[in-house]
């Protein structure tokens, strides 16, 4: 049976919780009424079965995630993880840089330094708490509309990717073996 790439992902986590759903119950309690190696043998009976399906379900689970891997590989999409993840740091870089304040006009800025090359009172100025320095940025308005764009593009391009990732996963298909097994479980 052929199954595409979403579908095969979502059976995977389906198998993960059949699997953690089997009971291996390694213990029994027996009373005064009951005959012990009856009650033992019932329930070591009832724990092979229940090993047995888990194994079943955990090869089942891992055969589907080789193929998927191979499947992955084939189209790709491998590589196109790796370039979302760098578009979406530079996603991050840029939106923080597009976040910085804009440097002070030139004359701004002079007119500050001036201002406290004149000062004569030194003293009042610390003990006011004013600083003997003018800070600004190193970032113009451009630099910011840049650093903005910038991270529209990696954004769009990232979208892009991710769109053809999606492509992948619903168009892509892997052979499912044990499908009876599977069918049995409820899992197709």
């Known amino acids: 049976m052929k199954i595409t790439l979403r579908k095969a ?3 995977q986590l389906a198998i993960g919780e059949a699997v953690k759903n089997v009971d291996i119950k ?13 009650e033992i043998a019932k329930v070591a009976t009832e724990l092979k079965t229940n090993l047995a399906r888990r194994e079943r379900l955990v090869d089942a689970m ?12 084939a189209a790709g999409v491998d ?3 790796a370039d979302v993840a760098q578009l979406e740091k530079q996603v991050q870089f840029y939106n923080g840089l597009a976040a910085k304040s804009v440097r002070e006009d ?11 090359r004149e000062s004569k009172d030194d003293t009042r100025r610390s ?3 004013y600083a003997s320095t003018v800070d600004t ?8 509309k840049s650093f903005r764009t910038a991270a529209a593009a990696a954004k769009k391009a990232k979208q892009k990717l ?12 892997i052979e499912v073996a044990d499908v009876d097994f599977l069918t049995a479980e409820g899992l197709l």
């Open 9 to 11: 992902n979502a059976l």
């Open 26 to 38: 390694t213990d029994v309690k027996v009373n005064e009424f009951q005959d012990g190696e009856v």
């Open 62 to 73: 891992y055969e589907i995630r080789k193929s998927v891997s191979v499947a992955n590989s």
């Open 79 to 81: 590589v196109k993880l």
């Open 106 to 116: 030139a004359k701004v800025v002079e007119g500050q330094l001036n201002k406290l």
């Open 127 to 129: 003990i006011y708490g």
């Open 137 to 144: 940025s190193v970032l113009t308005a451009e630099d910011i």
């Open 162 to 173: 991710q769109d053809e990732l999606l492509e992948i996963n619903v168009r892509t298909e």
